[in-house]
């Protein structure tokens, strides 16, 4: 479509709009007609009506328009503003000691135990899916090293910090070494 067809078809659509906009008032008068009417026509007289006194819950309390939080506040508001922040105070910058360090806990659970000779146990533990078979003295999964049974719990040690935990076995009557 031409940019010429294109205007026509839009000054065509406005002219249907005003045809249709004069069918549906019904009367034809043009908006000037109107207008002069509506100015010639006489204002009926209103009469002025005094407003009702108010009931005494919707007066103002007086009292509580007063300002003198603001002065027991010591707030002048029309003194001079600092917008600045104020600077922070010194303090005395005390060093963090960080905490010792402690062996994590451990990734094993007891999984057995197994007596080759009297008084001589085999103890088995697991980790995942890897499985250990330990003799006291055995170092294994490169940091722990397995010492024995005390109190009826595994005793083992951390290598890298030399700390001793316990694993507990499980079952109320185990040997002691």
């Not at 078979?133 to 951390?158: K, M, Q």
Request: charged content about 20%; overall charge positive.
């Amino acid at each position: 479509m031409t940019p010429l067809r294109r205007r026509l078809a839009l000054y065509g659509l406005m002219f249907a709009c005003v045809v249709g906009a004069v069918a549906v008032n019904g009367k034809g008068d043009t908006a000037s007609d109107s207008v002069s009417e509506a100015v010639a026509a006489p204002r009926p007289q209103q009469k002025r009506v005094a407003p009702a006194p108010q009931p005494a819950a919707r007066q103002l309390d007086m009292a509580k328009l007063d300002r003198t939080f603001l002065a027991g506040r010591g707030v002048d508001p029309f003194g001079v503003k600092v917008w600045t922040a104020a600077p922070a105070p010194v303090t005395a910058v005390v060093p963090v000691v960080p905490a010792a360090p402690s062996a994590p806990p451990l990734p094993f659970t007891f999984a057995g135990k197994l007596e080759t000779e009297p008084g001589k146990w085999i103890i088995y533990l697991a980790k995942g899916t890897q499985s250990f078979a330990l003799s006291p003295g055995d170092t294994f999964d490169s940091n722990y090293r397995f010492d024995g049974i005390e109190n009826g719990r595994l005793a083992i040690v951390y290598l890298p910090l030399t700390t001793k935990q316990f694993l507990p076995l499980g079952t109320e009557n185990s040997e002691r070494k």
